[in-house]
Structure formats: C-alpha cells, structure tokens
C-alpha cells in the first residue's frame, strides 16, 4: 500500500503552544484519520474525516479534510504535557481498499 | 468493558521458533487486521480478515500466517521464515472492513 507523508517527523515545544502537523498524499483519498500513540501502546482514534473540505474538532484538536483530498492537517491548541506522544495519520483511498498510515509525527511538550 | 485484547505484552523467543500472537475482540467487529511497527517505519499491514474463515495478505505477509476461525480471534504466527521478527505487533477490528480502526495494546516481541 502506499504511504502517507507526514511532516514535521518530530517537533519540541513548550507548554500553550500551538501545533500542526499534515499529512499528503500523490493520490485522491476517500477518508482521513488522525491517531495518537503513546509509547508501548496501540494507536488512539481521535477524529475521522470522511468529506473533502469537512473541519472537525475533538476539544483542543482540530482535523481537516483537505479540498483536493490529498492532505489532511491536526491542529492541536494550547498544548500540554499530556499530548506528548506519536500522531499518525490514515487514509483510505477507495472503499475496499487498506488504510495507508503516515509514518507518524513524534511530539514532546515541555512544561 | 468492549475492546480489543492483545496478549501478551511481550514476548521473548529463540530465533527458529514459531510464536503465535493473540488477538480477541468483544466488539462485534468483522473485519481484523494486522500491523507490524518498527521504529520510524509507521504501522505496515501484514494481513487481514474481512469475514470468518477468510483473510488476505497485506503488504508485508511473508513469513507469517493467520486464522480467523471465530468472529473475535485473529491470531497471528510469526514463523520462522520472518527473517526480522522483532517489532510491536499491533491487532486492529472495525465493524465494516476499512471503516474506523480500533487497536489493541499491541505485544512486543524480541527474537534473540
């Protein structure tokens, strides 16, 4: 399956900052997903996107479904040391097709 | 509670051995799935399950294989034909196949 690309791959950043993080992709997609991952455990669901376009928030995390479908971005607002962790994202290009994950983007908060 | 049980946590193995991997679901999901993660690699898909007693390989099968007997179980063996068997090996379910993914808590195995 193809791979997403996923960028920044690491970030460092204080307390109450804002993050974003995208993910593209060189084909169409037909669903976006944002996961996080804490270490030594499985990948968390956080929102999913299903229309070109669609912003969808989950508390201080805002995804959204790029226009082309190509891309997807997370916003992650007044972060704190909790979000610590590694984001991924998952596309899904066609139904019947396997979801192609990102490589992950790892994030460290400092207090 | 509803989830996804992988088990166990880690697993340590002689290289040459066969090791099977567990995976239950309670959520009623049909389709299953298989994950293999290596550090900066992402999650690659080793095969997956639609539907009882049927699956398919993903993009990295060689060397392991499935059964998907019952609704709730998946397990996976990693065979010795797996020439780099060490990683954290995460089991997926969703109700529909490529719908919303749910994981597991994933197994940790080390081969020495």
């Known amino acids: 399956g193809q791979q997403l690309n996923q960028s920044p791959q690491s970030m460092f950043i204080q307390e109450g900052e804002d993050v974003s993080m995208n993910c593209t992709s060189s084909?169409?997609?037909?669903?976006w997903l944002w996961y996080k991952q804490d270490p030594g455990e499985g990948p968390v669901l956080l929102i999913a996107?299903?229309?070109?376009?669609e912003l969808t928030s989950n508390g201080r995390l805002t995804a959204q479904f790029g226009i082309t479908r190509k891309d997807s971005f997370l916003n992650i607002s007044a972060s704190i040391p909790s979000d610590v962790g590694i984001y991924f994202c998952?596309?899904?290009?066609?139904?019947?097709?396997?979801?192609?994950f990102g490589k992950g983007t790892s994030l460290l908060v400092t207090p | 509670d509803g989830g996804i049980t992988q088990s166990p946590k880690y697993l340590f193995r002689k290289e040459g051995q066969n090791v099977t991997l567990s995976c239950e679901q309670n959520?009623?999901?049909?389709?299953m799935y298989w994950y293999r993660q290596d550090p900066g690699q992402g999650l690659r898909l080793i095969y997956y399950?639609?539907?009882?007693?049927?699956?398919q390989k993903g993009d990295i099968a060689e060397g392991y294989s499935v059964s998907r007997e019952k609704k709730e179980s998946f397990p996976l063996t990693v065979t010795s034909a797996q020439k780099n068997p060490t990683a954290f090996y995460l089991c997926?379910?969703?109700?529909?196949?490529?719908?919303?993914?749910?994981f597991g808590q994933g197994t940790r195995l080390t081969v020495v």
């Open positions: 997926a379910s969703s109700i529909e196949w490529n719908t919303e993914a749910f």
């Open positions: 959520l009623n999901h049909d389709a």
């Open positions: 998952a596309g899904q290009r066609l139904p019947g097709y396997a979801l192609n």
């Open positions: 084909s169409i997609f037909n669903t």
């Open positions: 399950s639609q539907i009882v007693n049927d699956f």
């Open positions: 996107l299903y229309k070109a376009g």
